[in-house]
């Protein structure tokens, strides 16, 4: 039976990446004691989620939206610019570990467009000059 | 000229300091059949996209026995042009509070849990503080405003998963497992989070049962048709002038006066080449169809649906295969990949449709692709792949002499 506090998986793998910026291997070494259940079964759940990472991730994750709002607000354009100023493409992080960059679908922002995330801050109506200037201040 | 009609929207409210909940204060005089009474007589229907009548849902959690019963807060807004959940959740906070509070109540739920997703980082900070005052002012814990009822909340994040706003890939995602969905029957009434009773609602669904507690079922039953009563929040994006979430009276004006009137109309002369008009998972309308009352039945009729309220406008110089690409990136990336129709039918229409780039459609691909979609219809587990050929489907249907190669129409 679940009770009802402070042991929801998602929650506490939430709390540790909020501490470690990822969920390293003895965090789920741990998880999976308290839970009981195999390494490999709370592994693979947290590898579901998008938002969970269980490698080291850049300082800042860049999100963008490129889902249709936001595309009518030409966020491919804002997109090829980041891509291009960071030179990496959806997925990748940085050799400085600095960014990571990922296209999202939508962030709810959508009136908005375009909009990106630098870790828990949101950026909207964008343009490539703004969103590079934004970034370039990024240390 | 279409106004807004302002009841759900309203000054900010997050410190329960300076609210006395009149909703729940309300309901805590009542017994719970009345109070389901009261919900079932305002017809409200579910506002997270399925349009279940609330008041039933209610009714059947209220007569469930189980050692447990839980009540789900689905704040996981992630339909692509949706984000009226967010204006509730951020302006609306205790509202929203206070329609869950008035749910656990009726039905007798030991804990509720608010599943949000995870990149409303706003929002969740927001919550917590709420949550944290209304334990402090005796809104949440034991005996809640000086009654017998107790009870609490636990904020949950989500980690950016669409299909986690389906209510059984939701509880999945609550137990710790991947969130994928589970095939009903049991419904998550009867069977939801650990096998216990658990009743899902919408934000805006539980928001609306705060304020026709307050303001009671007949105010609320003035306002809009015979089948779809009260007001619905619009989320208007895309092509217009004035995007943004306004609240409209069902059945008081057309999409393409909510366009007009509340959007100022289409953005840079453009004209509207389309409307998506109930979040991205809704039928298409072109422009000659928006003349339909803005309501259930008006959108089904215009053969659509109302979906989420997130109506998304297209304007005329917008690129079709552009937009098909990342429609069909959204249902490839977000399938959880469950079942084979989707998780391979929505692949495949990405390669078909990104393969196409600034070329036109081959006949046979249109067909291949609509058979995809078929199959996801009839076969998929959950609403994702059901609906995926729905904008799909409907943007090369309608827009078939400007898509396929020497089409002749
Ligand atoms: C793929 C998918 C995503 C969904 N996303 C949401 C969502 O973000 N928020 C929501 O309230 N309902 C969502 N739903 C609908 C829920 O399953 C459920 O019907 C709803 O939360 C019930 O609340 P209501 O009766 O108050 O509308 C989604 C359904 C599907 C199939
Ligand atoms: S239809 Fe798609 S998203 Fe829904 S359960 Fe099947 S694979 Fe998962
Ligand atoms: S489409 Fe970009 S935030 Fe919704």
């Given amino acids: 039976m679940l009770q009802q506090d402070n042991d929801i998986l998602l929650e506490m793998a939430h709390d540790i990446q909020d501490t470690y910026g990822y969920i390293p291997e003895r965090e789920i070494t741990q998880l999976a004691e308290k839970f009981s259940e195999p390494r490999a ?18 300082k800042y994750i860049v999100r963008i939206c490129d889902s249709i709002s936001c595309f009518l607000h030409d966020s491919d354009e804002v997109l090829e610019a980041v891509q291009d100023y960071l030179e990496l493409e959806s997925g990748e992080t940085s050799d400085d570990k600095l960014f990571t960059l990922e296209v999202v ?20 109506e964008l343009t490539s000059g703004r969103a590079i200037e934004i970034l370039s201040e990024c240390q | 000229m279409v106004q807004e009609r302002k009841f759900l929207k309203g000054p900010r409210l997050r410190n329960p300091a300076d609210y006395d909940f009149p909703g729940l204060q309300r309901a805590l005089k009542m017994e719970p059949e009345e109070v389901i009474q009261e919900i079932s007589e305002s017809k409200l229907l579910g506002r997270g996209g399925a349009g279940f009548p609330t008041g039933t849902k209610w009714d059947m959690a209220f007569k469930e026995e189980g050692e447990f019963k839980y009540i789900i807060c689905n704040a996981d807004e992630g339909e692509p042009g949706t984000f009226k959940d967010r204006y509730l959740l951020d302006e609306r906070t205790l509202k929203v509070l206070e329609g869950m509070l008035i ?3 009726v039905i007798d739920a030991d804990y509720g849990y608010i599943y949000i997703r995870g990149e409303y980082f706003k929002s969740i900070k927001i919550l917590q503080e709420a949550l944290e005052e209304a334990r402090e002012a005796g809104i949440l814990g034991e ?13 949950v994040r989500g980690a950016g998963c669409y299909v986690c706003g389906d209510e059984t890939s939701l509880l999945n995602s609550l137990e710790g497992m991947r969130g994928q ?5 049991p419904y998550p009434i009867s069977k939801g989070l650990c096998g216990c009773p658990t009743l899902v609602n919408n934000v805006e669904s539980l928001a609306c049962v705060a304020e026709i507690l307050h303001q009671g079922a007949s105010e609320f039953a003035t306002m809009g048709t015979e089948d779809s009563k009260g007001t619905k929040l619009v989320c208007l994006s895309g092509d217009v002038n004035y995007p943004g979430v306004y609240e409209v009276e069902f059945g008081s004006s057309t999409l393409q006066e909510i366009i007009t009137d509340l959007g100022g109309g289409p953005r840079k002369s453009h004209d509207i080449k389309f ?17 339909y009352k803005y309501s259930y039945e008006g959108l089904e009729e215009a053969g659509s649906s109302l979906g989420s309220g997130g109506v998304m406008v297209v304007g005329s110089e917008q690129d079709l295969t552009a937009i098909l690409t990342r429609i069909a990136r959204f249902y490839m990336d977000e399938s959880c990949g469950t079942c084979f129709p989707c998780r391979e039918g929505n692949q495949q229409i990405y390669k078909i449709i990104s393969r196409v780039g600034k070329g036109k459609f081959t006949v046979n691909q249109l067909e291949i692709i609509e058979d995809l979609g078929n199959a996801m219809a009839e076969a998929a587990r959950c609403g994702l792949g059901q609906s995926a050929q729905y904008p799909t489907g409907t943007i090369l249907a309608e827009f078939k002499e400007e898509l396929v190669e020497g089409a002749v129409y």
């Fill in chain 1, 41 to 58: 079964k709370i592994y693979g759940a947290l590898e579901f989620y998008s938002m969970l990472y269980t490698e080291p991730t850049g």
């Fill in chain 2, 143 to 155: 005996n809640i405003l000086g009654s017998d009822f107790s009870f609490d909340i636990k904020l």
């Fill in chain 2, 103 to 105: 749910g656990a109540y």
């Fill in chain 1, 105 to 124: 679908e939508c962030l709810g922002h959508c009136g908005e467009g375009p909009v990106m995330m630098v870790n828990d801050r949101m950026y909207t």
């Fill in chain 2, 275 to 291: 409307v998506i008009p109930g979040g991205l998972s809704t039928r298409i309308l072109t422009r000659d169809k928006l003349d």
């Fill in chain 2, 181 to 185: 969905s589970r095939t009903k029957p």
